[in-house]
């Protein structure tokens, strides 16, 4: 899901990447609660920052709280329900020139300009052997009944990053070199869209049989507000 807005000099984006827990009751179901309730939260947000100018660093925790609020909401539906059920969440919160991460499970977010590629992420999984067979177990996932180990992390935007949000199931087939054409071809204004689309079927083609989500969003010049934000088969936004 991605979101956006500007209002005069105010810049304002939420673009996030859930990824149900398979071998659950309903993984699709705790990601699509995820996603509805930051919808709600950016519709919020973006009537107040309409009205008047908000800093990065006062949403920060005001973000960090609803996360948890909804973690709690996730948990008592499953008790109601008598359901078992996860998700990831890796989220970028863009306010005017600065990036706000939240990162909970083994989704990703990297960043790659000029210099080279950083992932911004850390995963909050373990890998262990059972049965003969590695596996990894999250540790922290929307959903958890506990402790919630959140991930936070943040950057100042620079002309020329691109961001991408993405599951498992595509960054163990993601190579520097994708990143390294992806970005020549942005750079060189090809459709978000179409280097989306090239980058699940490369995925696909590896041998990936997991869910296969990716988003970028690209920063042109965050002076001015120019970012360009898309998810496969979502909204492209142009600010």
């Given amino acids: 899901m991605i979101r956006s807005m500007q209002h005069e000099d105010r810049t304002f984006l939420i673009a996030v990447v859930c990824d149900g827990i398979g071998g659950l009751d309903g993984g699709e179901l705790a990601s699509e609660f995820v996603i509805r309730k930051i919808n709600a939260w950016f519709n919020a947000v973006a009537d107040h920052i309409r009205q008047e100018p908000i800093d990065g660093e006062v949403l920060k925790p005001y973000l960090q709280n609803a996360v948890r609020k909804w973690n ?37 977010v990297y ?27 999250l540790e922290s996932y929307m959903g958890k009944n506990g402790d919630l180990w959140i991930q936070n992390w943040e950057r100042t935007l620079e002309p020329g990053d691109l961001f991408l949000l993405c599951t498992d199931g595509f960054y163990h087939f993601l190579t520097e070199l994708d990143l390294m054409e992806m970005y020549k071809k942005i750079e060189n204004n090809t459709d978000l869209t179409l280097c989306c689309h090239e980058a699940v079927k490369n995925a696909m083609n590896r041998g990936s049989r997991d869910n296969v989500t990716l988003g970028l ?23």
């Fill in 111 to 137: 960043c790659y300009n000029r210099s080279g590629i950083y992932q911004c992420t850390e995963d909050t999984s373990v890998s262990q052997y059972t049965e003969g067979r590695l596996k990894v177990l």
């Fill in 217 to 239: 969003v690209y920063v042109r010049n965050p002076k001015k507000k120019q970012l360009l934000g898309l998810f496969p088969g979502g909204k492209r936004d142009n600010l």
């Fill in 72 to 108: 709690d909401q996730l948990v008592q539906y499953m008790l109601e329900e008598n359901l078992q059920m996860g998700s990831t969440m890796s989220l970028i919160m863009i306010v005017n020139c600065k990036v706000y991460g939240i990162n909970i499970g083994d989704s990703r």
